[in-house]
C-alpha cells in the first residue's frame, strides 16, 4: 500500500535498501510485524449494508489479514458496544474495530482504551470525541449534496421532498442532514423539504412517509439517508398507496438513497427508484482490517492522497481515510466496480 506513512524503525533500515514508495507497501515489515488480536464488533443485523460488511469483515479474517476474536454485535446499541468492547479487552485484545452507531456516547470508551495503549479504528462513523487511530469512511455531507442536486435537478428545481434523516445523534445523520439542507436551501430554494428523522428506523421512516404523504399528496422527491433499512418499507408503502410508478411514467416520484446494496441496485435497473450513493461495503471492511495490522505493527500515518483513491485528512481526534463513494444510476447500475454487483456474482 502507498499510503503516506511517518518512519518506523522497520521502515528506516527498509530504506537504506530501497525507495520510500517500497516502504509503504503493506507486504514491507507490516505483516511482519503485526501481531495481537482484534477485537471487532458488528453495529447491527437489521440493515442489508451492515450484513454485506459483515461478510466482507469474516472473508478478511478468514483469509488472514488479522487474528481476529470472536465477532460480537451491539445491535445499535451504545451499552452493549461498551460492554462487548470491555469483553474485548478482557480477551487481551490488542486493537478494537467498531461503529459506534451513537457517536457522541462512546468518547469515555474511547478515553479508557487510549489509556490501555489500544488503537481503535472506527468505521463508516467517526465519533465526537476520543482518539481513534484512523476513522474508514466516506465524505457523509457529499452524500446530502449529490442527494440534493440530483433530486434539484430531475424536480427542475421545483416541488415538495421528503427526507428520511438517519439518527442525529450520529455523524453521519447529521453530516448528511446539514449537508442535504444546505444545498437545497442555496441551490434549489423553491424545492420544499420535509425532514423526518427516522434514527434509523425503517418503520419509523413508513409511518412519517404516510403522514407526509396524507397532508401533501404532491410529494414528487424522496431522499432515503439509508437505503438498508429504508428501501423495502418505503416501496411496500408506495405501491399500497398506488404511488410506485416506474421511472418516466405520469406521477413518478423521484428517489435517491445511500448505501449501494444489491436490492438498491435491482430497484435502480426497474424504475421504481432512480439513483443511490454506493457506500463501499468492501473498502469498509478491507480497510478497517488494513489499518488494524497496521496499528499492530506500530505504522504512523500523515493526511494526504492514498493508492486507492482516497483522502487521509486530519480531524480533531485522529485521522480520517475518506473513501470514494459514487453516485449510481440507470447508466452505470451494472459496472462490475460496484461492490453490489461483485457481491451478486458471488451468490
Not at 172 to 198: H, Q, W, Y
Request: glycine share 8%; net charge positive.
Amino acid at each position: 500500500m502507498r499510503l503516506r506513512t511517518t518512519g518506523t524503525a522497520a521502515c528506516a533500515v527498509l530504506l537504506a535498501a530501497t525507495a520510500l514508495a517500497g516502504c509503504n507497501r503493506e507486504s514491507d515489515g507490516a505483516k511482519q510485524g503485526a501481531s495481537g488480536k482484534v477485537g471487532i464488533d458488528m453495529p447491527r443485523t437489521d440493515s442489508d449494508f451492515w450484513n454485506s460488511y459483515k461478510q466482507y469483515v469474516d472473508k478478511g479474517v478468514d483469509d488472514g489479514v488479522v487474528s481476529a476474536l470472536p465477532l460480537s454485535n451491539s445491535q445499535n446499541d451504545v451499552g452493549k458496544l461498551v460492554s462487548n468492547v470491555q469483553s474485548f479487552t478482557d480477551q487481551g485484545a490488542k486493537a478494537v474495530v467498531m461503529a459506534p452507531q451513537d457517536t457522541g456516547a462512546i468518547s469515555a470508551t474511547l478515553e479508557q482504551l487510549a489509556a490501555k495503549k489500544i488503537p481503535v479504528i472506527s468505521v463508516d462513523t467517526r465519533p465526537d470525541k476520543g482518539d481513534v487511530y484512523m476513522v474508514v469512511r466516506a465524505d457523509n455531507r457529499a452524500y446530502g449534496v449529490q442527494a440534493c442536486e440530483y433530486l434539484g435537478k430531475q424536480l427542475k428545481g421545483e416541488g415538495k421532498v421528503a427526507e428520511f434523516q438517519g439518527d442525529l445523534s450520529s455523524i453521519n445523520g447529521r453530516d448528511r442532514s446539514k449537508a442535504f439542507a444546505s444545498c437545497m436551501k442555496t441551490k434549489f430554494p423553491k424545492i420544499r423539504v420535509f425532514e423526518l428523522p427516522t434514527e434509523w428506523k425503517g418503520e419509523v421512516a413508513s409511518s412519517k412517509l404516510q403522514s407526509t404523504l396524507a397532508a401533501h399528496p404532491d410529494v414528487k422527491g424522496i431522499y432515503m439517508q439509508a437505503g438498508g433499512v429504508f428501501l423495502q418499507p418505503t416501496l411496500a408503502l408506495l405501491e399500497q398507496k398506488k404511488l410506485l410508478k416506474p421511472t418516466g411514467q405520469k406521477g413518478h416520484i423521484t428517489i435517491i438513497s445511500n448505501d449501494g446494496i444489491p436490492e438498491e441496485l435491482a430497484a435502480i435497473r426497474s424504475g421504481k427508484i432512480d439513483a443511490t450513493v454506493s457506500q463501499p461495503a468492501d473498502l469498509y471492511a478491507k480497510y478497517a482490517l488494513y489499518y488494524a495490522r497496521q496499528a499492530l505493527a506500530g505504522k504512523k500515518f500523515e493526511p494526504g492522497p492514498t493508492d486507492h483513491d482516497s483522502k487521509i485528512v486530519k480531524i480533531a481526534n485522529g485521522l480520517e481515510d475518506q473513501l470514494p463513494a459514487p453516485l449510481v444510476t440507470k447508466a452505470n447500475v451494472d459496472d462490475k466496480k460496484l461492490w453490489a454487483n461483485q457481491l451478486e456474482k458471488k451468490k
